[in-house]
Every structure is written in structure tokens, then in C-alpha cells.
């Protein structure tokens, strides 16, 4: 199957967090526990375990948690 063009990309957050992304952008993990922008957090902790971990080998760098995370297909329900 031919993706579209554009691609949707998803990322999923907590309703409380709109308005800071509105105001501030997408920020990653790291840059939202830093800034204190993280109200609620309803992501998986081992996943979010496992990114500060993970660390990246080309670009920037970093750990995998530096980067906003995105999807590519809409959650199952």
C-alpha cells in the first residue's frame, strides 16, 4: 500500500498538556521532565525507561528520550 503524502504522524499526551503545546511546541521527555511541563504521564514506564537508555549513534546524539516520539498509524481501539 502507497503511504500518503503527507504522512500523518500521531503522538499521543495527556489532554492537560495541550496548552503547553500550543505555547511551547512538542517537547521530548528529557525537555518536558526538565522544564516541568510533564503534568501527567501516561506513557509506558519501562518504554520511557528503556529510551533513557537507548543511546543514539548519529546525528545530535543523546538517548532516545532526547526526541519526541512519533507514530505512524492511529492506535487500535
Do not use: C, W
Not at 495541550?18 to 504521564?41: E, H, N, P, Y
Not at 545530535?60 to 512519533?70: I, K, L, N, Q
Request: hydrophobic share 35%; charged share 25%.
Amino acid at each position: 500500500m502507497k503511504q500518503p503524502v503527507p504522512t500523518p504522524r500521531y503522538h499521543f499526551t495527556h489532554a492537560s498538556h495541550l496548552a503547553s503545546i500550543m505555547k511551547d511546541g512538542l517537547l521530548s521527555d528529557t525537555d518536558a521532565v526538565r522544564s516541568g511541563s510533564l503534568m501527567v504521564d501516561i506513557g509506558n514506564a519501562d518504554i520511557k525507561e528503556r529510551r533513557r537508555g537507548r543511546m543514539v549513534p548519529i546525528g545530535r546524539g543523546g538517548a532516545a528520550s532526547d526526541y519526541v516520539p512519533f507514530y505512524f498509524a492511529p492506535r487500535a481501539r
